[in-house]
């Protein structure tokens, strides 16, 4: 390739990967400083490590217990949607059944269903059960919305398994559940971890449901924290800062190590059509 | 063999549980929120049929036009600059080899991060005093209310909206047409090459009509993406300032659950229903390859 157009390519993408990276940077760097040195010169470096934007944020920004929080309801969502969606998309992409495709397309209409379509009708029915302002009231919803995705990936991963395996364990007199949890859950990890990454990502950082339906500050979940740090009265920037810091860092670690399986993910979903 | 996959016990305890979720926690609310569209219905009373009270009552409601203009402003501008940047990064991104994954991975990366938090971000860079006008009054420059401005028919706090929708999410594009582009076999460019094409018109010539089913795909998630777009307006401006970044599902938020109009809103939540049913309808159709 001509070296000219070669150097112009690299040259544009170095511009565009300083316009992704210098926000997240900058954000790190401010979270250090005080609030007056943000006023005065923002886009110097931090003259003192400043640590107590980090403190305020954790304890008394709550943003711990946010975090316990947000954990809690997607580890739970995470390990229900795996069990959930593994044993749907087996039943759809493997067993013989007249209903399976019609079942496959009642699922993937979650696809096209935005949650806000569903938030008042789930608000009333929940505050009457006592769901409301509990964490299991997000996490169902979030199970479901997360099905469709995962119940997608996973019918192909399980109808790509060569036939011959599950005849043998059959042969050698394994019944339907053993064939399921010995032989073919074993070879559908990939699929499982992907659909798992993707799935907590997008919980991670869902912000309305979780406005909505939690209103007690202890169980707020971390995006929903967040909104403390900003409104009209509130002009302590470092801390907005610090807090921001907090929320992004733990899924920058997370994609910084599985950023492979995360892009796998994606592509799964839509390429495999 | 054949009778151990038809066992029915076993179908059933696979499926129901799930399925059971599925129509519990959407399908029974969505037939309820359509219902409750049609209804007088708020936090202190009980749903009361209305007919097309609320519809009515929509067609007159001026933040509503704002929203469903910014709404479908912010849909045409997605699917267009995204369809167009992220083409433009997969071709170059596999056109190169070294740094790659770097770049690729740089470019994704805000895709999964928390628009709540970026949002907030974001509202700084953009506000009066600080962030870019900070840099600009250096240099004697007085920069635009950037997310207060309120003149023209799409305002500026919708453009520079979009502007971060765009940076965000075009990441989830480019990868989509990058795993495409990489899937096709390398003999069709050497061929081209030989019969003296330039890169650009096999681009042109192969890539594009070989892509063209995960246009269809980028599109869609890209329509029903925008059409529910709420982190970012959330966090940057709350639709205003004067309601002029309303989109639909902020206005939904805001008359469901700060004023408590639950039939009101479920009106509103219909329409984004109908709208993202009627695009993945439409791009469906438009993108649909008839060998596949």
Redesign the interface.
């Known amino acids: 390739?001509n070296k000219i157009v070669?150097a112009l390519?690299?040259i544009?993408?170095t511009f565009?990967?300083v316009?992704?990276?210098a926000?997240?940077f900058w954000?790190i760097m401010v979270s250090f400083k005080t609030n007056a040195e943000?006023?005065t010169d923002?886009?110097a470096l931090p003259q003192s490590f400043f640590i107590d934007n980090y403190t305020f944020a954790w304890t008394a920004g709550q943003l711990g217990a946010a975090m316990a929080n947000s954990l809690f309801v997607c580890v739970i969502t995470l390990i229900l949607s795996m069990i959930?969606?593994s044993?749907?998309s087996?039943?759809?992409g493997?067993?013989?059944?007249k209903l399976s495709g019609l079942?496959l397309v009642?699922?993937m209409?979650?696809?096209?269903?935005?949650?806000?379509?569903?938030?008042?009708?789930?608000?009333?029915?929940f505050a009457k059960i006592g769901l409301s302002n509990n964490l299991w009231g997000v996490i169902?919803?979030y199970?479901?919305?997360s099905?469709p995705t995962t119940?997608f990936i996973m019918t192909g991963f399980f109808k790509s398994l060569p036939n011959e395996l599950?005849?043998s364990a059959?042969i050698d007199g394994c019944?339907?559940?053993q064939?399921?949890v010995l032989i073919c859950m074993p070879l559908a990890k990939t699929g499982l971890f992907v659909t798992g990454l993707m799935t907590f990502?997008a919980n991670?950082?869902e912000?309305?449901l979780a406005m909505?339906f939690i209103s007690d500050d202890t169980k707020k979940t971390?995006?929903?924290s967040?909104?403390k740090?900003?409104g009209p009265y509130n002009t302590n920037?470092s801390q907005?800062?610090a807090?921001?810091v907090i929320?992004?860092i733990p899924?920058?670690i997370?994609?910084c190590i599985f950023?492979n399986q995360?892009?796998d993910g994606?592509?799964a979903g839509?390429?495999k059509? | 063999m054949e009778k151990l996959l038809k066992d029915k016990k076993a179908i059933a305890i696979f499926v129901l549980p799930a399925f059971l979720l599925f129509t519990f926690i959407l399908f029974i609310p969505i037939c309820q929120s359509i219902y409750y569209s049609f209804c007088d219905y708020d936090a202190l009373t009980l749903p009361k049929f209305v007919g097309l009270k609320n519809y009515k009552n929509l067609l007159i409601d001026d933040v509503m036009k704002t929203s469903l203009k910014n709404s479908v402003f912010f849909l045409i501008y997605s699917c267009v600059t995204q369809l167009i940047m992220g083409l433009i990064l997969a071709g170059l991104l596999t056109n190169i080899k070294a740094g790659r994954n770097f770049f690729k991975n740089v470019i994704y990366l805000p895709c999964v991060l928390s628009s709540a938090a970026l949002g907030l971000l974001w509202m700084f860079i953009f506000s009066p005093k600080l962030g870019i006008n900070q840099i600009l009054a250096k240099y004697g420059m007085e920069g635009p209310l950037w997310l207060m401005d309120i003149k023209g028919f799409i305002t500026l706090p919708m453009w520079v909206i979009a502007f971060v929708a765009l940076w965000q999410y075009v990441g989830q594009s480019m990868m989509l047409y990058m795993a495409q582009i990489s899937g096709i076999s390398t003999s069709l460019y050497e061929a081209s090459y030989i019969d003296g094409c330039s890169k650009l018109q096999s681009f042109r010539n192969i890539t594009l009509p070989l892509i063209k089913p995960m246009v269809g795909t980028a599109m869609s998630l890209n329509a029903i993406g925008s059409l529910k777009f709420f982190d970012l307006i959330f966090n940057m401006t709350e639709g205003g300032p004067n309601h002029k970044t309303e989109v639909l599902a902020t206005h939904l938020y805001t008359q469901g659950f700060k004023f408590f109009k639950y039939g009101y809103a479920s009106a509103i939540g219909t329409v984004l229903l109908v709208l993202c049913l009627l695009m993945t309808f439409l791009i469906n159709r438009a993108f649909r390859t008839d060998d596949m």
């Open positions: 390739m070669k390519i690299y544009f993408l565009m990967a316009i992704y990276l926000p997240l954000v943000i006023f923002p886009f959930l969606g044993t749907v087996f039943a759809i493997r067993m013989k059944w079942v009642y699922f209409m979650g696809m096209m269903i935005p949650v806000h379509c569903v938030l008042i009708p789930l608000f009333t029915r169902l919803p199970l479901t919305f099905l119940i599950l005849e059959c019944n339907i559940y064939i399921f990502v991670w950082n912000l309305l909505v971390l995006p929903v967040l909104s740090f900003v920037y907005m800062f807090a921001i929320a992004i899924t920058i997370v994609y950023s995360i892009v994606l592509t839509a390429v059509e």
